[in-house]
């Protein structure tokens, strides 16, 4: 019996190795989404050195778009790197000179943490850019953004503070633990 559990538990534990293929076709995703930035990139450009002529908030949209790209890609890395190390191995890069910061002390509640923060800051670009291209949109597009937006900032916090409340709990019970 001991023996059928042991296979059981290494079977388990083996399982989390099928994330393995989610995390390379995230860096898939990546590849695409820096492919689509240097084509909007070159775009931007070639409007601005001998296309039609492009005013400056045109150009304000399409930076804010260029960044907004960045900051999913952000997103994806960290979702990459710290998903792959919270849940399926560790990467040895102790002493490795680009090591994240972040990555040293990272696990599923910081890695919540980050994300929602990461989300927020992509509504925000996309919140800014409704706002500068707000006469070509209706109330109703406008309101929803910001209603969802909202709803990010009260999602973040309310992690922020549930995480908050479970790392208190893990020191509570350390401390009773030690005495």
């Excluded at 908030?57 to 260029?66: E, F, K, P, T």
């Excluded at 109703?140 to 937006?149: A, E, F, G």
Aim: aromatic share 8%; net charge negative.
């Amino acid at each position: 019996m001991n023996q059928i559990v042991k296979v059981l538990e290494t079977t388990i534990f083996a399982s989390r190795w099928v994330q393995a293929p989610l995390y390379l076709g995230l860096i898939i995703a990546q590849v695409v989404y820096c492919y689509l930035f240097m084509i909007e990139l070159s775009h931007l450009v070639h409007n601005a050195f001998g296309g039609k002529p492009i005013s400056e908030a045109d150009v304000m949209l399409v930076v804010l778009g260029l960044i907004d790209v960045v900051m999913i890609a952000n997103l994806l890395i960290m979702v990459i790197v710290g998903g792959y190390e919270t849940f399926v191995s560790r990467l040895d890069l102790e002493g490795h000179p680009d090591q994240p910061e972040w990555l040293s002390h990272v696990n599923a509640g910081v890695l919540k943490i980050k994300l929602s923060t990461a989300i927020i800051g992509i509504s925000s670009i996309h919140l800014l850019k409704t706002f500068i291209n707000a006469s070509n949109l209706s109330e109703h597009t406008i309101k929803w953004q910001v209603i969802i937006h909202v709803v990010f900032l009260i999602s973040a916090a309310a992690m922020a503070w549930v995480d908050k409340l479970m790392n208190e709990t893990l020191i509570l019970q350390h401390q009773s633990k030690h005495h």
